[in-house]
């Protein structure tokens, strides 16, 4: 009987993610897996997002959030930062992973770079992509930003703002976005003092926007919902930051679209065609009269 109730449980997890496709790629010597997120009617400038994921790695709750975004029109590609036989078994296996790509920040660009590469080749326009990061994902995408890579901005759901001391403020060209958790006992006073700071003489563009009673991971259900562990789900904060985001996304898509409320894949030729049609038949009629 229980086998017999696991299998529509079974079929509805595989049609909630049928449509992502699985993509192994290579960066240096290590083969990654990560997914693409092909969107049925794709935006007039075919935007992309690239989405990466906390320090566990690839989780449904990435997944989720690429297929969200196609369904809004955006390309998405969930990057695979660790490499198959790398992933991490547990949270401390999951710290010294994302510790390593902390420290070592260049090679935690380059597995990025590749992932970038991978969102532009499932068709998206390698002049209108947007980097997101979640947790340690969140740090990924400030370093993007860092970096210089040809983003259009970058966004960190409760990340961490803070990089090492000897690492010179430089210019941050592309816009930023931060949300966070107001009661995040994970990001130090300091390095929020020092992520303005840096922000301030990198003359970014940028935006930070806290959430009242969150904590660290406030948009990961799987983190559960007590605070006092210091990483817990908050509903609210998760929704009022996904729509900052939206707004913040379609800002920069709008930037390179033309004004007016076409539908996505809409060319408006056909809609000129018709109304010019539509004027003349008038035309013909009045004189008839």
């Known amino acids: 009987m229980k086998k017999i109730m696991m299998l529509p449980i079974l079929l509805f997890t595989a049609a909630a993610f049928a449509q992502l496709k699985p993509v192994s790629y290579i960066e240096g010597s290590q083969k990654l897996n990560g997914f693409a997120a092909v969107p049925d009617q794709p935006r007039m400038k075919k935007a992309g997002v690239l989405i990466l994921p906390a320090w566990m790695g690839i989780n449904d709750h990435s997944k ?5 975004l196609a369904k809004e029109g955006f390309y998405a590609f969930v990057a695979d930062i660790y490499g198959e036989g790398n992933y991490p078994k547990d949270t401390k296996e999951a710290g010294e992973r994302a510790g ?12 990025i770079s590749a992932a970038l590469d991978q969102l532009i080749a499932s068709g998206a326009d390698a002049n209108n992509i947007v980097v997101i990061g979640y947790c340690f994902g969140g740090t990924g995408a400030l370093e993007a930003a860092r970096a210089g ?10 990340g961490g703002l803070g990089k090492d001391a000897s690492r010179p403020n430089g210019e941050i060209k592309t816009k930023v976005l931060v949300l966070h958790g107001a009661d995040d006992p994970y990001v130090p006073a300091k390095d929020i003092e020092d992520f303005m700071k840096e922000m301030k003489e990198g003359k970014a563009d940028w935006q930070m926007v806290y959430y009242s009673g969150a904590v660290h991971a406030f948009t990961e259900k799987e983190a559960g919902d007590d605070n006092s ?17 939206m707004d913040f996304l379609r800002e920069i898509v709008q930037e390179r679209e033309k004004p007016g409320k076409l539908e996505p894949g809409s060319t408006g030729r056909k809609k000129a065609g018709t109304e ?11 004189e008839e009269n």
């Open 64 to 68: 989720e959030v690429a297929q969200k």
């Open 100 to 111: 390593y790509y902390k420290k070592n920040y260049k090679e935690y660009v380059k597995r």
């Open 149 to 158: 890579l040809n983003v259009k901005g970058v966004v960190s759901f409760h």
């Open 229 to 245: 562990k210091g990483a817990a789900y908050n509903a609210k904060a998760d929704k009022r930051s996904w729509n900052v985001f």
């Open 276 to 286: 010019k049609a539509a004027e003349k038949k008038k035309t013909k009629e009045t």
